[in-house]
């Protein structure tokens, strides 16, 4: 398969990823723009176990080119072979694919570069950046750090669409999306709030995974002008503005 995935594939494959094929069981449409779309693994569970925020590269067609998205498994299920996958749809071929996909259709996955390490200590309180395309992994997150109180900023619409979050002990900030990179809202309200809420907490752990430029603004933020450690902090571009 990776000769069909292009150089990105074959760095990929020199890399140790190894390609599984996905098929489809069912969809669910969660809003007008979130869907759900149920799979089989392919072996892909049995190959490389669950683990949070566990991600997959799915791979498709753009005007003839390959084109590849990273996608979190929801509800991995080891015993049946089995994960859910959710997709903030928007324009473009990977939305394009998930709008029309059905019981039988297939899509092939990498697997490459998905560890998750657990922060140590652990963490006093997690700040989460996130967006509808991240909420997956925000979802994974939060389950996987227990009981840690958390400060969640969220870009875009989260009415409708399955957030683990709750009021008990996690603050979300909904932020309208303006924009990208620097002068967004959302990174002018964690440059004006995130300062005093660190200075507050011993063992703070950052987790920013949102649009690619906006990810890279605030992880040098948080990194370089609040001298957060690098193992305290995990940043990682979702999606791109084209």
Same mark, same amino acid.
């Given at each position: 398969?990776?000769?069909?995935?292009?150089?990105? $594939?074959? %760095?990929?494959?020199?890399?140790?990823?190894?390609? &599984?094929?996905?098929?489809?069981?069912?969809? =669910?449409? %969660?809003?007008?723009?979130?869907?759900?779309?149920? &799979?089989?693994? $392919?072996?892909?569970?049995?190959?490389?176990?669950?683990?949070?925020?566990?991600?997959?590269?799915?791979? &498709?067609? @753009?005007?003839?080119?390959?084109?590849?998205?990273?996608?979190?498994?929801?509800?991995?299920?080891?015993?049946?072979?089995?994960?859910?996958?959710? &997709?903030?749809?928007?324009?473009? *071929?990977?939305?394009?694919?998930?709008?029309?996909?059905?019981? $039988?259709?297939?899509?092939?996955?990498?697997?490459?570069?998905?560890?998750?390490?657990?922060?140590?200590?652990?963490?006093?309180?997690?700040?989460?950046?996130?967006? #509808?395309?991240?909420?997956?992994?925000? @979802?994974?997150?939060?389950?996987?750090?227990?009981?840690?109180?958390?400060?969640?900023?969220? =870009?875009?619409?989260?009415?409708?669409?399955? *957030?683990?979050?709750?009021?008990?002990?996690?603050?979300?900030?909904?932020?309208?999306?303006?924009?990208?990179?620097?002068?967004?809202?959302?990174?002018?309200?964690?440059?004006?709030?995130?300062?005093?809420?660190?200075?507050?907490? #011993?063992?703070?752990?950052?987790?920013?995974?949102?649009?690619?430029?906006?990810?890279?603004?605030?992880?040098?933020?948080?990194?370089? =002008?609040?001298?957060?450690?690098?193992?305290?902090?995990?940043?990682?571009?979702?999606?791109? =503005?084209?």
């Amino acid at each position: 398969m990776g000769q069909g995935h292009g150089w990105q $594939g074959a %760095v990929l494959k020199l890399m140790g990823a190894k390609d &599984f094929v996905l098929t489809v069981t069912g969809a =669910e449409d %969660v809003t007008p723009e979130y869907r759900r779309l149920h &799979f089989t693994d $392919g072996g892909l569970l049995s190959a490389y176990g669950v683990h949070p925020t566990m991600w997959v590269r799915l791979w &498709f067609d @753009n005007a003839g080119k390959p084109h590849q998205r990273a996608y979190t498994l929801v509800d991995p299920d080891r015993e049946t072979n089995t994960f859910s996958l959710e &997709f903030a749809l928007h324009e473009g *071929c990977a939305s394009d694919w998930a709008r029309a996909a059905k019981e $039988g259709d297939t899509v092939e996955a990498t697997v490459q570069g998905t560890g998750f390490q657990h922060p140590r200590p652990e963490p006093s309180h997690v700040f989460a950046i996130g967006d #509808p395309a991240s909420l997956p992994a925000l @979802n994974s997150l939060v389950d996987a750090l227990g009981s840690a109180p958390a400060t969640i900023w969220f =870009e875009g619409e989260l009415d409708g669409l399955p *957030c683990h979050a709750n009021t008990d002990r996690h603050e979300i900030r909904q932020m309208p999306r303006t924009g990208t990179g620097t002068g967004t809202g959302l990174v002018d309200d964690v440059r004006a709030t995130l300062p005093a809420l660190l200075a507050a907490t #011993p063992n703070p752990y950052v987790w920013i995974a949102c649009e690619t430029a906006t990810t890279r603004t605030l992880a040098s933020y948080v990194r370089k =002008e609040l001298a957060v450690p690098k193992e305290r902090v995990h940043a990682l571009g979702y999606w791109r =503005e084209t």
